[in-house]
T-cell receptor, first 114, second 115 residues
Framework: DTEVTQTPKHLVMGMTNKKSLKCEQH?????MYWYKQKAKKPPELMFV???????INESVPSRFSPECPNSSLLNLHLHALQPEDSALYLC?????????????FGSGTRLTVV | AQTVTQSQPEMSVQEAETVTLSCTYD???????LFWYKQPPSRQMILVIR??????QNATENRFSVNFQKAAKSFSLKISDSQLGDTAMYFC????????????FGAGTRLTVKP
């Protein structure tokens, strides 16, 4: 299995809702990432998990809450989002022990906040 | 902090022709990695090619090759024999060595291959 699987592919949520994005990989990778991508813009790093521990939080608002329950799974919990949070959310993984390997990306979750 | 600059927002090329996408970066690091990623309309980011800064030899992957000029901090991507399936957004990216494996992207170049 050489894929990163993200679910759901599309999500519409209200500003008072709570929802979660899910990311899964079975490549034995030990580093996982969340990126946010607005239309026609590059991906912006949000969080980095290394060996299930949060190693980078790019000053992301607390309405985004990451969780790494095990080495294969990464969640992003969403609560009280704003319309400007609408974007494509990309998950990625990399070996973690092999530097400079590059990431394997998922296809993303298209989030719309109404 | 590292910055990655792609100065060509959009480019087009005729099918079977060759095109070069530009990328420059700014860093005080001596050891790092550079990447080109492709993002077609299907949205998934796909690794095209990678280069280790300590290697002088330019990386190649089939029709894709890079011109890595470390002193000039330049990392351009050449696509030979362009195909319609090469139509996509192309991002140049930087990752420093001995870091947290965090990757930083340039603004991207939208490439259209015309039949």
């Amino acid at each position: 299995d050489t894929e990163v699987t993200q679910t759901p592919k599309h999500l519409v949520m209200g500003m008072t809702n709570k929802k979660s994005l899910k990311c899964e990989q079975h490549m034995g990778h030990r580093a996982m990432y969340w990126y946010k991508q607005k239309a026609k813009k590059p991906p912006e790093l949000m969080f980095v998990y290394s060996y299930e521990k949060l190693s980078i939080n790019e000053s992301v608002p607390s309405r985004f809450s990451p969780e790494c329950p095990n080495s294969s799974l990464l969640n992003l919990h969403l609560h009280a989002l704003q319309p400007e949070d609408s974007a494509l959310y990309l998950c990625a993984s990399s070996p973690g022990w092999q530097e400079g390997y590059g990431y394997t990306f998922g296809s993303g979750t298209r989030l719309t906040v109404v | 902090a590292q910055t990655v600059t792609q100065s060509q927002p959009e480019m087009s090329v005729q099918e079977a022709e060759t095109v070069t996408l530009s990328c420059t970066y700014d860093t005080s690091e001596n050891n790092y990695y550079l990447f080109w990623y492709k993002q077609p309309p299907s949205r998934q980011m796909i690794l095209v090619i990678r280069q280790e800064a300590y290697k002088q030899q330019n990386a190649t992957e089939n029709r894709f090759s890079v011109n890595f000029q470390k002193a000039a901090k330049s990392f351009s991507l050449k696509i030979s024999d362009s195909q319609l399936g090469d139509t996509a957004m192309y991002f140049c990216a930087f990752m420093k060595s001995f870091g947290n494996n965090d990757m930083r992207f340039g603004a991207g170049t939208r490439l259209t291959v015309k039949p």
